[in-house]
């Protein structure tokens, strides 16, 4: 195998962990809020705990996604052969990485106690995932190999 076609598959198997990570990250803040559909899973515990404690593996997803988007860009940039892709779906790839990386400066802000305009900075971040969701899949459905 060259080293361009090991890249390559390397920058396909983060792009799908990627996938697996954003769903996880989605899923998790409803899962953990204190619903009637939480407490029947038994995923809050006997008395609930705090909610920012709780959002810990969420916090933790979020990181992964932005370092797992740059190692999936660093492997498809060094594989080369942008010249043959999809010009519109690179452009959505940098816009995801970008929004990627805005989730992680209104989730930190998030993640404080004290977080002044938390219902703004909800919607931000409920909107940044709208965003992210739909430019990865915009540069999945132009540039994956074999979609
Ligand atoms: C790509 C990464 C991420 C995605 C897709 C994502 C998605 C979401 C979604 C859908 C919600 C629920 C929003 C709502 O209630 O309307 C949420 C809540 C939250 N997220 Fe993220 N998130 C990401 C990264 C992060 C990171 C990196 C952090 C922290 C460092 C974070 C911290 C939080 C917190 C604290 C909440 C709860 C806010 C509240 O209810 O007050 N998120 N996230």
Known sequence: ??????????SVASAWLVWVLIAAAIVTPYLFR??????ALGLLGERGGAMLARMRP?????????????M?????????????????????????????????????ALAQKRC????LLRRAHFWTMIGLVLTALGHTVLNAPGL
């Open 72 to 108: 999936h860009a660093l492997d498809a940039m060094r594989a080369g052969g942008f010249s043959q892709l999809d010009r519109t779906g690179i452009w959505l790839a940098a816009a995801a990485l970008v929004l990627s990386l805005c989730q992680l400066v209104i989730g930190a």
């Open 34 to 39: 204190p619903t009637r559909f939480a407490h």
């Open 1 to 10: 195998m060259t080293e361009a076609s090991a890249l390559i598959y390397l």
């Open 116 to 119: 002044a305009r938390r219902p």
């Open 58 to 70: 969420h916090m933790w997803l979020g990181y992964g996604i932005a370092c797992v988007i740059v």
